[in-house]
């Protein structure tokens, strides 16, 4: 056991116990601590192409909303459970990653990026024209409104994405750490050379490509229940996408705490801006700390951290 | 001195759109060889060497690596095989240190791991000199240093084939001698090398035999002094 | 259903929207086409120069032509400080390729949100007298809000293109990101040139806004939208050169307003960025490159 999964543990502890008694009895805390865990995901999720490959995602909300979609699905035709969706969604979205995978056989870098944008778009605009999952006027899903032991549903749907940010978490420490992270490494730093390094470099993209898209499908699942209420506008929201790059660029995209440190300040901080200034005001300072972050400080706050308390790993 | 064929190329053609790049070229390298190749800018030395590597995967004709007909194998199978290359611009792991440079490399290629792979990339930083920058980030290397981390990172793969893509242009002649000596210091280890170079006194000293590309096709493939003193060599690079 | 009349209305149509992307796309045609820079912000600032012809409209009833013509020197000199801050901070560290689009990514939703902020996300529009007119010929509608930003749009790309192939600076322009050598024979200084193409390439943002708010009433984040058909038409195009990007527009306009016309206008969306994704994937030179 070490210490990360001490931590992890009791981090799960913390919240199945907040969860589950009255200590915080307003569901407000809830409803905002499940979008900063919700972010947790997906900036983790991002990173792993975007921080350890070096394939820059702008599609996340894509990823993000089909997971959204596929829970829509599950619950229309069978009234699935939660976490029967979760699962599928996540398989969804990984299968989608691949194909993103295989897209990196003809494009890299820039033109990648941009690749990412129209799939974005074009998923929506199928969404958009699927009656089925409610078109452009959106789905209605009826969330239960207590589950034993939690009490009030959104505190086990929080619960749940606790969950799910540790093992996006723990997901992306083990790359970090694992013979595939260090080629993925090497990927980022130069594919050619990579590959000549005796790196299967196609087989490394496809994986983190899938395992990246798996866990934006598993953070867009709970959404319908969480909302009650999606419509392709509000699933595919650029504030995703640019949360999931901001993200991980503000935390620092080299170690798997950026994307956590980064989540929880600017998640947080977006919480508390969005009901007290308005929610403008917080998606402009997003941008803002984004623009400032990447200009002057592009190893992130590890990164900071790094350079003023010593470079140990 | 010399043993059986390590590696045919039969026929090796590319074309990039209409133009060929190489010309049915037909070549032998023998194990434990020093082999210079030669010719003219833009006669198809890097191409080859590509097709070779498996960087560019669409030629026709054969390249076969100990007999074995390598096909389509992608260039990270053909690493693993035992031929590693280096390339004539350096492209280190930017981010990374020397060390972890070669520690990958080594993981990678040959499956080495854990105490293994640190001892071998250790052995490898010694050999080359490279120790005393072990662990600098790559990107601030020197012109020499980087040279040399490019031949080493060839080197950690254990090639039983090494191509050695313009390791010396631009070098002084003592770093020329330097990069000479750790190559022949590797070639008496057993390793058969492929030398591309366009400094003359380096692979007429180092090549046992020499062959010579022009316009994609071999004009000329023999011991180093016939083959300088080859009129038809003496064309390709002087003109008519 | 399918007409020859709606077909033939449909292409003309088409081809007047198509004449009109050429001036949103003309200026990243410049920038990322010439210059290597990868400005995703570019449709953000294509609709603040919406928004200026908006305001010169409803304040003091301004031509928004006019607005976007004398709003055009201020694009340029944004557009200029806007790559000097890029070259000190991301080109010249040469770590441009992921910040500097992380960068843009900033700014085009700094620009967005700031909009919102000030205007809201209602629909605006803009007065003037060839708005609303149609001229019949046969059986083919041309409404004039469609004709005259299309006329303006194709004389501005003539203007550019005549100022890149004829002057000096132009010409460095174009030669700025293939041929290092070149630009050092002609004694020109690479960032100097950059400096002026990437102003250029905002400044024309200035006019296509005006352009666009004339087409159709806009909010502040339609902005997005429109990265799909620029980078689908200077990527179509053929990055680099400046004809192909105004070739691709006709296709692509073409292309959408046959979609919307007979699969519906929520279909057509999709067009832009399915020939960008098909682009990319089967021809990333582009019908013309090189």
Request: aromatic residues 10%; glycine residues 12%.
């Amino acid at each position: 056991m070490t210490r990360f999964w001490i931590g992890a543990g009791a981090v799960i502890a913390i919240g199945l116990l907040l969860a589950v008694t009255d200590i915080i009895a307003n569901s407000f805390w809830f409803f905002a601590a499940y979008v900063v865990l919700q972010y947790v995901v997906l900036a983790t999720a991002w990173n792993i192409m975007g921080g350890y490959m070096g394939y820059v995602n702008f599609g996340s909300a894509g990823f993000f909303a089909i997971g959204a979609y596929t829970a829509i699905v599950l619950y229309n035709l069978v009234k699935a459970p939660l976490l029967v969706m979760i699962p599928l969604s996540g398989i969804v979205c990984g299968l989608m990653g691949l194909g993103m995978g295989y897209l990196t056989l003809r494009l890299r870098g820039v033109y990648f990026a941009i690749g990412t944008l129209a799939l974005a778009v074009v998923l929506e605009t199928l969404m958009v024209n699927w009656d089925y999952v409610g078109g452009a006027t959106g789905a209605y899903v009826i969330r239960p409104r207590t589950l034993e032991p939690f009490g009030d549903y959104v505190k086990f749907l929080t619960f749940v994405m606790l969950v799910l940010a540790v093992i996006a978490v723990a997901a992306a420490r083990w790359i970090e750490r694992a013979k595939f992270g260090r080629g993925l490494h090497a990927i980022r730093d130069d594919e050619i050379a990579a590959e000549c390094a005796g790196i299967p470099t196609l087989r490394l993209k496809l994986i983190a490509t899938t395992l990246s898209g798996f866990l934006m499908g598993i953070a867009g699942a709970p959404f319908p229940l969480y909302v009650g209420f999606v419509e392709p506008a509000s699933a595919f929201n650029l504030a995703y996408a640019v949360n999931a790059i901001a993200m991980p660029m503000i935390g620092g995209t080299t170690m798997w705490a950026g994307p956590v440190i980064g989540a929880l300040l600017l998640g947080t901080a977006q919480q508390i801006a969005n009901v007290t200034i308005s929610s403008e005001l917080n998606l402009l300072i997003v941008g803002l700390v984004l623009v400032l972050f990447v200009t002057l400080a592009p190893e992130g706050i590890v990164g900071l951290v790094r350079k003023y308390f010593g470079r140990g790993r | 001195m010399t043993g059986e064929t390590i590696l045919a190329v039969e026929d090796l053609t590319m074309r990039f759109g209409g133009f060929v790049a190489l010309d049915s070229v037909n070549a032998e390298v023998y194990e434990g060889e020093r082999l210079g190749l030669i010719g003219p800018n833009g006669s198809g030395k890097t191409t080859m060497i590509n097709c070779i590597s498996g960087a560019l995967g669409n030629y026709t004709g054969t390249v076969r690596f100990r007999g074995r007909d390598l096909g389509s194998l992608k260039p990270h199978r053909r690493t693993r095989l035992g031929i590693a290359r280096s390339f004539q611009i350096p492209r280190p792991f930017r981010s990374q240190t020397v060390r972890e440079n070669l520690a990958i490399t080594i993981e990678y290629a040959t499956g080495a791991s854990g105490a293994e792979r640190d001892d071998r990339a250790e052995e490898v930083l010694q050999s080359m000199g490279l120790g005393p920058r072990a662990d600098a980030i790559s990107a601030g290397l020197t012109q020499i240093e980087m040279r040399k981390l490019e031949l080493a990172r060839a080197l950690a793969a254990r090639p039983q084939l090494l191509i050695s893509d313009e390791a010396m242009a631009g070098l002084s002649s003592n770093e020329v001698d330097e990069l000479l000596e750790i190559l022949f210091r590797l070639n008496e280890s057993g390793v058969t090398i492929i030398m591309i170079e366009h400094i003359m006194r380096a692979v007429m000293r180092f090549s046992q035999r020499i062959v010579v590309l022009d316009a994609g096709k071999k004009i000329a493939d023999g011991e180093p002094d016939a083959v300088v003193a080859d009129p038809a060599v003496e064309r390709a690079y002087l003109g008519d | 259903m399918f007409t020859f009349d709606l077909f033939w209305n449909a292409l003309v149509a088409g081809a007047l929207l198509g004449g009109f992307y050429a001036a949103v796309s003309l200026g990243l045609s410049i920038t990322f086409g010439q210059l290597d820079i990868v400005n995703i912000a570019h449709p953000a600032f294509v609709i603040l120069g919406a928004y200026i012809a908006y305001m010169g409209n409803e304040w003091w009833g301004f031509d928004p032509i006019l607005t976007g013509l004398v709003a055009a020197p201020v694009f340029y000199a944004i557009g200029v400080g806007v790559y000097r801050f890029y070259y000190e901070a991301f080109e010249r560290r040469d770590d441009e390729a992921l910040r500097g689009l992380a960068f843009f990514f900033g700014v085009m939703f700094i620009v967005e949100v700031v909009l919102i902020m000030a205007y809201g996300v209602d629909f605006r529009s803009v007065q003037a007298p060839y708005i609303g007119g149609n001229w019949e010929i046969g059986t083919i509608g041309i409404p004039t809000r469609m004709f005259v930003p299309c006329m303006v749009s194709i004389a501005m790309f003539a203007a550019v293109y005549t100022y890149l192939a004829r002057t000096f600076t132009g010409r460095a322009i174009l030669a700025v990101s293939q041929d290092r050598l070149a630009l050092e024979l002609m004694a020109a200084d690479p960032v100097r040139v950059k400096q002026v193409g990437f102003g250029l390439g905002i400044g024309t943002a200035a006019i296509a806004g005006a352009l666009l708010i004339i087409i159709i009433p806009i909010e502040p984040s339609v902005g997005r939208l429109y990265i799909g058909q620029v980078f689908a038409i200077v990527v179509l195009g053929g990055l680099g050169s400046i004809s192909g990007t105004l070739v691709a527009a006709l296709i692509l306009g073409v292309a959408e307003s046959l979609v919307s016309t007979f699969y519906g206008p929520s279909w057509a969306p999709a067009v832009a960025f399915s020939v960008l994704l098909i682009a990319l994937a089967v021809r990333p030179q582009g019908l013309f490159g090189r």
